[in-house]
Every structure is written in structure tokens, then in C-alpha cells.
């Protein structure tokens, strides 16, 4: 079946660093990636929507100048958390379509990050 | 009012019991809706796709009732291996996910 793949799934750096998080799709092309966040006890909350070749489309409330998205290729999206600080310590998932809407979604591993 | 609405529980069932989720959902333009696992610190992973006929899939029957907007899922004969927080997810047009906050499972031996 369709495989996402993410990149790192542990990170614990100091306040200040910026980090990046990758979200590859290995068996299928992906137009449309999804990039989820989720705090302790909490359900997913989706970021922003990753579109290969333009612009990522950020949900209200999530700051497009902390969380950089790049989706420079259709197996390839790319999540960069700006000068992170210790809120912004979660779980990071991302996730993509293989078909039309009515298909599930794939999730990657997810990437636990920490700030210190 | 929240999009999804599910119960977050916990629920604490013996092994061999049946249980029941259910999720409401607030958006009558919603396509798709889908029923999640998520174990302890990991990414969640899909159960099932819910249909409006309804379907099962061994021990797991999922409903859609698009009239009232809720999903259901029941759960027979559970197994220990059945702990898990289970999410109702659903979708529009846009493809993107709305998860319900999570209903926590443990299966008591």
C-alpha cells in the first residue's frame, strides 16, 4: 500500500533553533500534502495544506512565517518550524491522498519535537 | 460548537465486551468519513472508511447516519490489543481531515 515516509521522528533542540521536518510520499506522487499538529491528549489539528508548486494554505490561527512549508516536488513537502520555542514542543504528522477525496488518507510516522 | 463532536471517554471494557463510539458532525456537506487508531505516541492509523450502508469489517462495524450526521463505530468480542484511542475523521472537497478529539480505549483482561 501507499507509503508516507517522515523525517525525523525524535528532535530535541534549544529555543531559537529552526527545524525542519520532511514528509516524502515513496510509492505515489503527491500533489497535496497535509501537515497536522497534536498537543498531549489532544486530537490532530491540521496546520496548513501543502500543495506541490504554489503556495502552502495555512488554517486560521497557524502563523505562515513560524511554520514554513515547501512542496518543491510531488514526492516532497517540507515543514520548517522557525525559531522554534518550547510551545511549540508537539507532535508533528503529515499525511497524503492517494486518489480523490474519497480515499483514506496516509499518515507518516510523525516527528516528536521537543524545544528546550 | 465544534465540527466533530465525540466522546472522549475513557472507556474501561473487559475483554469480550462490545462497545460503541460514536462521533457527530456539524458540516451536512462532509464526503468522506473514516474511522482512525491511534496507539500511544504514534501517528494514527486507519480502521475503516464509514458508508452510508454501513460496513463491517470482522469484529468492527461502521455506520454513517447522514440524516442525523453522526458515525458510529462498535467494536465485538474486544481484545486486549483493541487499546487504543479510536478518532472519527472526516472530509469535504477539499480533501483535508477534521478529527474528532479521540475516544480513549483500554480492554481490562
Known amino acids: 500500500g501507499a507509503v508516507v515516509s517522515q523525517h525525523p521522528s525524535w528532535v530535541i533542540c534549544k529555543s531559537g533553533t529552526s527545524v525542519k521536518i520532511e514528509c516524502r510520499s515513496l510509492d505515489f506522487q503527491a500533489t497535496t500534502m497535509f501537515w497536522y499538529r497534536q498537543f498531549p491528549k489532544q486530537s490532530l489539528m491540521l496546520m496548513a495544506t501543502s500543495n506541490e508548486g504554489s503556495k502552502a494554505t495555512y488554517e486560521q490561527g497557524v502563523e505562515k512565517d513560524k511554520f514554513l512549508i515547501n512542496h518543491a516536488s510531488l514526492t516532497l513537502s517540507t515543514l520548517t518550524v522557525t525559531s522554534a520555542h518550547p510551545e511549540d514542543s508537539s507532535f508533528y504528522i503529515c499525511?497524503?491522498?492517494?486518489?480523490?477525496?474519497?480515499?483514506?488518507?496516509?499518515f507518516g510516522d510523525g516527528t516528536r519535537l521537543s524545544i528546550l | 460548537r465544534k465540527e466533530v463532536e465525540q466522546d472522549p471517554g475513557p472507556f474501561n471494557v473487559p475483554e469480550g465486551a462490545t462497545v460503541a463510539f460514536n462521533c457527530t458532525y456539524s458540516?451536512?456537506?462532509?464526503?468522506?468519513f473514516f474511522w482512525y487508531r491511534q496507539d500511544c505516541r504514534k501517528e494514527p492509523k486507519l480502521l475503516m472508511s464509514?458508508?452510508?450502508s454501513g460496513n463491517e469489517d470482522g469484529r468492527f462495524t461502521a455506520q454513517l447516519n447522514r440524516a442525523s450526521q453522526y458515525i458510529s463505530l462498535l467494536i465485538r468480542d474486544s481484545k486486549l490489543s483493541d487499546s487504543a484511542t479510536y478518532l472519527c475523521?472526516?472530509?469535504?472537497?477539499?480533501?483535508?481531515?477534521?478529527f474528532g478529539s479521540g475516544t480513549q480505549l483500554t480492554v481490562l483482561p
Open positions: 458540516n451536512s456537506a462532509s464526503q468522506s
Open positions: 475523521a472526516l472530509s469535504g472537497s477539499a480533501r483535508q481531515l477534521t
Open positions: 499525511s497524503a491522498n492517494v486518489g480523490d477525496s474519497n480515499q483514506p488518507q496516509h
Open positions: 464509514v458508508y452510508s
